[in-house]
């Protein structure tokens, strides 16, 4: 599979800004709002977006957006080509709108962004690669086939990868989230112990991560769940106490809604031994 890239960016429009109704004749088109509000149209059809919806536009299809929020809207934009029939399978699965789940397509797309910024060696390749991660993401986000399982957190791939900015603030909410996660903390209690003032770790949190502080703490604590499943032999009650949760039912809803499967079904395909061929 292959795909060639345009153009990317990430781009800010005042409220009333946007682009007039226009289309292109062999780009296909990814927006991915992740600040403030906008509208999009799509042959005359209107599609109110919010932070965390992407927008897929075909190549030739007629299209328009604004921005409609008083902070205006903030997005990342990905234009490419492809002339591969596997791609074009792939892409024939996309829907028009859907939301990222979990900031899985934010990080992909913000990774394909500074690429192109920085153009680092093979930034070409990396950038095609990362692009068509998205591009299956995007089919199984919208088949409802999507299980996004990570190794390892995609948020912290991102921060130890060179592409990241070393973050000292980063760096104290996570040591202090690890010595807490199996007990109940305030966000005011962690910005107090961590030395900081409540709106900048809040602030900083958000322009590191996309994510509000909340999600951020609950997606370390999903981390180290898949980290306690895949490498100890604790059972499922004894994690979810560890991480500090009441019972197994309430652990059980928290993986499934973070990791698009439940944690009986994800131990049985990590701790037993499986193949398979390709």
Not at 98 to 122: A, C, T, W
Request: hydrophobic share 35%; proline share 1%; with cysteine.
């Amino acid at each position: 599979m292959y795909v060639r890239i345009t153009s990317s960016g990430r781009f800010y429009y005042k409220e009333g800004e946007g682009k007039s109704e226009h289309h292109h004749l062999d780009d296909y088109q990814i927006q991915l709002v992740y600040a403030g509000t906008a509208r999009n149209y799509f042959d005359g059809q209107s599609y109110d977006l919010q932070s965390g919806d992407i927008v897929f536009c075909r190549k030739g299809r007629y299209h328009a957006f604004s921005a409609t929020s008083k902070e205006g809207a903030k997005m990342l934009e990905v234009k490419f080509t492809s002339a591969d029939e596997s791609v074009e399978e792939v892409l024939g699965g996309i829907d028009t709108k859907f939301r990222d789940r979990e900031n899985q397509l934010y990080m992909l797309l913000s990774r394909i962004v500074l690429e192109g910024q920085r153009k680092p060696l093979h930034y070409r390749s990396m950038s095609s690669a990362l692009l068509m991660e998205c591009l299956l993401s995007m089919n199984r986000l919208c088949l409802e086939h999507s299980l996004p399982i990570y190794e390892s957190n995609p948020i912290h791939q991102l921060r130890r990868s060179s592409l990241a900015t070393k973050s000292e603030v980063l760096d104290s909410v996570d040591a202090y989230i690890a010595s807490h996660i199996g007990a109940s903390f305030s966000l005011a209690q962690m910005a107090g112990e961590c030395g900081y003032n409540q709106d900048y770790l809040y602030r900083v949190i958000k322009k590191q991560t996309g994510l509000s502080a909340i999600k951020y703490i609950n997606l370390v604590k999903f981390e180290r769940s898949l980290s306690l499943i895949q490498n100890t032999e604790l059972s499922l009650s004894e994690i979810g106490y560890n991480l500090g949760f009441e019972n197994l039912q309430y652990f059980s809803r928290f993986f499934k809604q973070h990791g698009g499967i439940a944690p009986s079904e994800y131990i049985e395909k990590v701790r037993y031994t499986t193949r398979t061929d390709y």
